[in-house]
Nanobody, 116 residues
Framework: QVQLVESGGGLVQPGGSLRLSCTGS????????ARWYRQSPGNQRRLVAE??????NYSDSVKGRFTISRDDDKSMWYLEMNSLRPEDTAVYYC???????????WGKGTLVTVSS
């Protein structure tokens, strides 16, 4: 059974940094595309970043500030977030998509609050 658990959220001042981690169990991460989504109150959950093999993709709103990375041996992926803005405040979810079946798995989310 695949399970994903996020960690690393919290309160940070504007301009600050945070690193989110996602730990997957019951899976071989190299077979998955790893993603980060976020959802703020009243808004849809949106893709922030994804990494597949060595290819990465970012939403325009975070490009140049956020970096996604992965460690397949540890079944973990990360989201390094720099130059944080109040509008980055959201619940961040990790997601893994099986590259063969297309099935997706979700974590329960971790809250990131950017405020002074």
């Amino acid at each position: 059974q695949v399970q994903l658990v996020e960690s690393g959220g919290g309160l940070v001042q504007p301009g600050g940094s945070l690193r989110l981690s996602c730990t997957g169990s019951g899976m071989t991460l190299s077979f998955y595309t790893a993603r980060w989504y976020r959802q703020s109150p009243g808004n849809q959950r949106r893709l922030v970043a994804e990494i597949s093999d060595d290819a990465t993709n970012y939403s325009d709103s975070v490009k140049g500030r956020f970096t996604i990375s992965r460690d397949d041996d540890k079944s973990m992926w990360y989201l390094e977030m720099n130059s944080l803005r109040p509008e980055d405040t959201a619940v961040y979810y990790c997601n893994a998509m099986d590259q063969f079946s297309g099935r997706e798995y979700w974590g329960k989310g971790t809250l990131v609050t950017v405020s002074s």
